[in-house]
């Protein structure tokens, strides 16, 4: 929006000016005063009192300030301010036309913009590709199998498939069947008796019917003659029988901890009198008076520990069964079963040897 307004000032040009500017400057000349000393007490350069005085307004700031100037001027000469610019307004036409200039507000509208119409689709397409791209890299190819040539299909099928029976014959009829079998050697076998136990897993069989015997003597092929059984030393010791026995599998090994290595904790306490030997794995922890921890492990079976020669010990033990107490090579009561777990156990001597586990649990 535009400050100042446009004002229009339409004034004779063509005859000297005698306007009210005119009628001022008489005035002022009559009253014997000067430009200088006016501006001075209105605060108004000289120039535009004398652009006044001769109808010049182009030359001063405007409009608005010509007004003013005029009220201050008129005022001064002890002329009345309101009939000084009703003069001006009549002579000169003037005319107050403001220019406004109002913002216009901007059009919402629900359209999204051409761009986002276009660009939506290139993004979504750009994505896709992308996802499509790392699919593809991702994938294992393989070597495609040639398919099956048309010609062994149909080779396949024209050969006919042959039966268990003519199989039987055609090894019979190629091998000499109508030829005279010789005289088959006999073997000599040793007689050896062996004992066999019954078993459960073995179910007798039934005898077999004379139906079933023909079908099992009608599968026997018969041997040709060119096969000769292997000879047979006469002498039965020379070589070795052997049973046609299956041999039972051997037992799955027995861990045996006869060869594990015991170890002997707490060796050093010499004077030791309390000794724990582990019978089964047992965990064991003994604490002193002060909270200091002596020994805290598993003894596994065999192990001991010897236990200091001090007052104020206690045991703890998750397998209050397992351990065997022995207090100068005497064995004490048991702590409590196998799997019981002891606490604030006392290892003093003499209470072991006076009280029992009853006293202890």
Partial sequence: MKSAAKKELRVGRAEPYSGVGAELRILREEQGHSLPEVGRALKISPRYLTALEEGAFADLPGPAYVLGFLRSYAAFLGVSPVVAVEKFKRESSYEDKPDLDFPVPVRETNVPRVSWVWGSPAIVVALLCVWYFIQESGKVEFDEIAEVPERFWESAERRPIAKDRDIVAEVTDGRGADEPVGEVETIAVADTEFELEPSDNVEAKAPMSSAEEAELSDSIISVPAEFEAPSVSDDPEGDEVRPNIVPTPPAPPVESQAGQQTRIYGAENS?????????????????????????????????????????????????????????????????????????????????????????LE
Wanted: net charge negative; charged share 20%.
């Fill in 271 to 359: 004077m030791s009198r309390v000794t724990l030997l582990a019978v089964q794995d047992s965990w064991v922890q003994v604490e002193g008076p002060d909270g200091k921890l002596l020994i805290t492990r598993i003894l596994y079976t065999g192990d001991s520990y010897r236990v200091p020669n001090r007052s104020g010990l206690t045991l703890i033990t998750g397998n209050a069964g397992g351990l065997k107490i022995i207090v100068d090579d005497i064995e004490a009561p048991p702590l409590g079963p196998l799997g019981a777990v002891r606490r604030g156990v006392l290892l003093d001597p003499e209470g072991f040897l006076e009280f029992g586990s009853s006293d």
